[in-house]
């Protein structure tokens, strides 16, 4: 299936759906460096449910304006147009220039197959890759995969190390392939980033008690100090949190040829109820430390950035429409963004539903066109060898009518 081939369509597609930090390598193929391919695949996790119309703002559809006229754009921030439909919020203008070097490409439109509105349950769907919710599911897809790549093409994986700076493996690396982690002997990234969710928190309510705060904690000056930094011989990058500085650290440990392969990454803060401040707020604050550790990646990479995959996706979106206290609620569909050197780029793919109000998901969401597992199938098939059967019975059980989108690699 070629990918090109749902940008922008007017009609939908059998694609179409019906209905703090861990990083982790479990295994290193050996074939790769003979073969002279080495891939890497890191999976950013955003959660609390990133608003993908702020994020990936659909100038060219007629209802956005007014819908969000609530959320002003000031004159001094312009949007990074990316094609006649869609344009980049201001506050990425990395991932604007990786899109410009065709290292990008974004998903809009996408869901998982939930269609309620619970984080706990949206998360469980998009770790597991089932299709339900269910707590006897104790597996996570990303597990299952790196358990079945010996089976994919005779492919001979050894066994290596994983690294983990959060108490607990999260659900998308829980399964039969092993883990090993790794704490942190200085504050953990989860710690930092509750911090700057506080910051955030009174930078909207209580100025004054902000400013308290900032002079109180130096959060990046502590990060700074963190010893698994300094024996890198780097200085985290500057930024409202410290998400960039724990990209760069992932990315550098996944560079060198002894280093990891597959890596996941959370990065909290994303449900905006109130004040969200797509531009200049507290959602702009959060895209712009997204967009910090995009560029963190692939500084942190080095030569391994173009064999590598950033796949970065949220459990859902929020409503189209602005609530009274100036966010957005529980919605369902977003978008997706993928970067890397690996990526055959430039270019947004969406079967785009339109913004009418007769077109809204339960009269209140994005409507979503675009099975986020097809995105991950595609992924897994092109980048490490998998055959379509293998993913739809035992990576993503269940997920035969969202057949892996192709070609979203370079040849």
Known sequence: MNPQEHAHLPTRR???????????????????????RDPRFLVVVLRGGLDGLSAVMPVGDPQFAAIRSDFKLSPTHTPFRLDPLFSLNPAMPNLADLYAKREATLFHAVATPYRARSHFDAQQILENGMTSASSSIDTGWLNRALSLIPKAKGIELRPTKALSVSATTPLILRGPAQVETWQPQTMPYAAADTLMRLQALYDDKDQALANALREGVQVDDFIASDPSMAAMGKQPLKGPNSFASAARAAASLMAPVTGPRIAVMNFDGWDTH???????????????????????IKEGLGASWAQTLVLIVTEFGRTVHVNGSSGTDHGTA?????????????????????????????????????????????????QFGFEEKVLSEKVFPGSEKAPGMRDLIRA
């Open 274 to 296: 109130s004040s969200q401040g797509p531009y200049e707020g507290r959602l702009a604050k959060n895209l712009a430390s997204l967009d910090a550790g995009m560029a963190a």
């Open 14 to 36: 059998n694609l179409l759906l019906g209905a703090g930090a861990l990083f982790a390598w479990p295994y290193v193929p050996k074939v790769w460096a003979a073969s002279g």
């Open 334 to 382: 977003t978008v997706a963004f993928l970067v890397g050197g690996a990526v055959a780029g430039g270019r947004v793919i969406a079967d785009w539903p339109s913004l009418k109000e007769s077109a809204l998901f339960e009269g209140r969401d994005l409507a979503p066109t675009m099975d986020l597992r097809a995105v991950m199938k595609g992924l897994l098939i092109d």
